[in-house]
């Protein structure tokens, strides 16, 4: 809810003001250190020229083919949040239209670029989604709030259910690599804990959300805060976060909407791991993708948990070295740093594409208009920041 501290309608990205103190730098730091040890450490055991080798055996046309699977996941997750966003959306009154799905695609790029190109990225990510939601799409701060928040819990949600797909299919090759791991049998239930956990964060969050009561009980919550200055900025944003409240029930009455995201998102998540599994068949490795799903699912998780370390870079690619030998494919750490450099450097051009796209984006979109002083969605209500 810290988004409500700010209108919508200001311009500078959200947080621009503000310096990171001594100690987010710090922590920032300590990211980069883990990342670049655990990339060392993953590195240091291959054979560096087999590597090179198996790298140069891929023709370029089937490098290019490897950007496929992340351009699908990407074309999901925009249409997931277009279908999130607009029903979170009242019209505008000036053009009576919703933002293009091209609209939405540029945000998806632009934020995941941020998401892997930085320690901590997803909080950062989720505050310039909020800012591109009015800047780009056109969407206020409550009904951006709401979205985002919705968004998340299907999110975890759709996480919950590719975990439960990869466990149905790869539930004994976990056993096989588990005692290689972990030195024991229990890794395939570690993973069933995990879904578990995701499947009730998820309900816990979309249900409370849903009940459209989580921004006035933050909102009693703030008011108990000591000094006058506080209360009235507090106070002067009574209306954004009712407003909140009001679209997030609107939103949980919309449940085809949710539903078809939360599908979408699976999808999404569905098509990152079948670009594993088309990264190592292009380097000659025998694996299935019930294999595949198997491990990434875990090491997707793993990354998640990383938090400080950007795109979990050093962490997840330990994670897939140490799989791929648990499994047995033969000269697991040659063709593990030459999977994960293939990996990274795909991550590299949609970094750079996105961060195109968020910069050309912001000189080329005109701001979504707001509302007419004289209509009818503006009279009486406070701070500018609904329709």
């Known amino acids: 809810m810290t988004f409500l501290a700010r209108d919508a309608h200001d311009e500078p990205l959200p947080g621009a003001r503000s310096r990171p103190g001594a100690g987010a730098v710090a922590l920032r730091w300590l990211g980069v250190a883990v990342a670049a040890a655990a990339l060392w450490s993953t590195l240091r055991g291959a054979d560096l020229p087999s590597v090179a080798a198996l790298i140069a ?3 370029a046309p089937m490098m290019a083919l490897a950007l496929v699977p992340n351009l699908v996941a990407r074309l999901f997750q925009a249409e997931a949040s277009r279908r999130v966003f607009d029903d979170t959306r009242t019209r505008d009154p000036a053009s009576g239209r919703h933002a293009p799905f091209s609209r939405y695609l540029a945000l998806t790029l632009s934020t995941e ?3 892997m190109s930085v320690p901590a990225g997803a909080a950062l990510s989720e505050s310039v989604t909020f800012y591109l939601l009015h800047r780009w799409c056109g969407i206020p701060g409550p009904q951006g709030v709401a979205g985002i928040a919705a968004r998340r819990a299907l999110i975890v949600l759709a996480n919950a259910a590719y975990v439960a797909i990869a466990l149905a299919l790869g539930f004994g090759h976990l056993e096989r690599a588990s005692r290689p791991l972990i030195g024991g049998p229990g890794l395939p239930w570690l993973v069933v804990l995990s879904g578990l956990g995701l499947l009730a964060v998820a309900l816990a969050l ?3 959300l849903l009940s459209g009561t989580v921004a006035s009980r933050v909102f009693a919550w703030l008011k108990r805060l000591p000094g006058q200055r506080v ?9 954004a976060f009712s407003a909140t409240d009001r679209h997030a029930a609107a939103l949980g009455e919309r449940r085809a909407a949710l539903a078809a995201a939360a599908l979408l998102l699976l999808g999404m998540w569905l098509a990152e791991g079948a670009e594993t599994y088309f990264f190592l068949r292009l380097l000659g490795v025998d694996v299935s993708l019930s294999e595949v799903l198997s491990f990434e699912v875990v090491l997707a998780l793993l990354r998640a948990a990383a938090v400080l370390v950007p795109a979990g870079l050093g962490v997840q690619d330990a994670g897939y070295v140490a799989f791929l030998t648990a499994l047995g494919v033969p000269a697991a750490a040659t063709v593990g740093a030459a999977f994960v450099l293939v ?4 991550e590299l051009v949609w ?3 996105g961060l195109l796209v ?3 984006g912001r000189a080329a979109f005109r701001p979504a208009p707001a509302p007419m002083a004289g209509s009818e969605a503006t009279r009486g ?3 500018g920041v609904t329709r």
Do not use: M, P, Q, Y
């Open 231 to 239: 209360k009235a900025s507090i106070d002067a944003r009574a209306a």
């Open 358 to 360: 968020f910069f050309g």
């Open 351 to 353: 970094i750079a594409l």
């Open 206 to 208: 979309g249900g409370a």
């Open 381 to 383: 209500r406070g701070g």
């Open 343 to 346: 990996k990274r450097a795909k």
């Open 57 to 59: 055996s891929v023709s």
């Open 113 to 115: 670029a941020l998401t």
